[in-house]
Structures are given as C-alpha cells and as structure tokens.
C-alpha cells in the first residue's frame, strides 16, 4: 500500500479482555516496530521484528503482551487481559533497516480499557 | 538506559522563529532525527543529522547539534499554523545488530496569530 496502515483505528475494551492490533506495512519493509504511546508522554518502544523474527523484544512491558509477524509482513500485537494502564496509543512502524533509518508511521490504534 | 529530554510545551506567534530543544545522553549516536506528529496521526520524518556535523539546514528548518553537551535543537524560520504539532528528537542506540530509536516525550508546539 501506500503507506502504514493500523487497524482498528480506535479499540474500547473491558478490563481483562483481549484485544488483536493490526499492522500493515509498506510492502518491502524488513523491518517493523511496535510503540506505545501514552497520554503526555514519549514513544515507548516495543518490539523489533526482522522479517519474521523478533530480535528485540525488550520493550514489552509483561507476558500479557505479545507479537508475530508472517509473511515477513503483517505484524498483530496481542495483549491478554487487559488493564486500564494498557490504554494509550499504540504506534507501529515501518522500514528498510537501513543506516540513517527512516521510519515511516501508521495513524496507530487508540486503546481504551474501561 | 539512554534516555532524551525535551522541554514539553512551546507558544510562538506566526512568522516568528520557533526553537525546539533536546538533550540526549549516548555519545555513540551516529545520527540524530527530529519527527512530527500531527493531531491523530502518526509521526512523520522531518530531517536528521549525522553526528560529525553540527549544523544541517533544509527550507525553513535548520538544526544544530552540540555533540559535546549532547544538545541538539530545531529551529523552524517562518513559523506558520500549519507547524502546529508535536516535535520528537530521537537518538540512536546500537542494540542487538540494529540501530533503535530512543524518542524524548515530544515538545508540543503552538502557533498563534
């Protein structure tokens, strides 16, 4: 496609349910990134995929968050029984990998745990 | 960890110059990005830096880095409405093969007439 897209754009859950976050990549992007971003503050990192493989996963912030990627493409963030504190938005990203990097940006999912 | 600091919030007046300012702590960063986000979207590339320069202008925006106080700052000439938004300053970690961006809380730019 044209550029990142996410989906769903806007998610209201319930406490302890589990919601599915979609990313759509550029095409040809190896690279792929989840972040976080809460209310006033900065982009937390998540995770990293390589292609398909998740060489940092440093960011996520519990075992109730999760990620895959298949096809070396579309990535979906997993988060198991939800808390209020996983409401923010979540970002997910593209690129080439390449040195100096550009990141190209989805409009991101705004997550909000009543 | 490494960590970026920005200062929150900043008002200017349209056709004014608007200086947006970042600290970073890894002296290893070999580039220096500077992003904008737009109400509702995501972020967006503005420009980056390579670390041995000091200073890189492109059109209305120039920035310039202090690699030995680890500042770098973003100057818009001609501040108009439309670069309301928020600013993000990220560095460069090396970190398992790949180079991470470490992104500062975003400074929050308003223009006024």
């Known amino acids: 496609g044209a550029g990142v897209s996410q989906s769903p754009s806007n998610k209201v859950t319930e406490k302890g349910k589990d919601v599915e976050l979609r990313c759509d990549p550029i095409?040809?992007?190896?690279?792929l990134y989840w972040y976080r971003q809460s209310l006033g503050q900065g982009l937390e990192f998540l995770i990293y995929?390589?292609?398909?493989?998740?060489?940092?996963k440093s960011g996520l912030p519990s075992d109730r968050f999760s990620a895959e990627r298949t096809g070396g493409s579309v990535s979906t963030l997993t988060i198991q029984r939800t808390q209020q504190e996983d409401s923010a938005v979540y970002l997910c990203?593209?690129?080439?990998?390449?040195?100096?990097?550009?990141?190209?940006f989805g409009p991101g999912t705004r997550l909000t745990v009543l | 960890g490494e960590d970026v600091e920005q200062s929150l919030f900043l008002s200017v007046r349209e056709g004014d110059s608007s200086v947006i300012n970042c600290t970073y702590t890894d002296s290893s960063s070999t580039y220096l990005y500077w992003y904008k986000q737009e109400p509702g979207a995501g972020l967006q590339l503005l420009t980056y830096i390579f670390s041995n320069m000091d200073m890189k202008q492109d059109q209305r925006l120039t920035v310039l880095l202090n690699k030995k106080d680890k500042h770098l700052s973003l100057r818009i000439a001609d501040t108009q409405t439309g670069d309301s938004a928020i600013y993000f300053c990220?560095?460069?970690?090396?970190?398992?093969?790949?180079?991470?961006?470490?992104f500062g809380a975003g400074t929050r730019l308003a223009v006024h007439p």
């Open positions: 990203a593209s690129s080439l990998d390449l040195v100096p990097d550009t990141q190209y």
């Open positions: 095409s040809g992007h190896t690279a």
């Open positions: 995929f390589q292609g398909n493989s998740a060489p940092d």
């Open positions: 990220a560095e460069t970690e090396l970190s398992g093969g790949y180079n991470k961006l470490i």
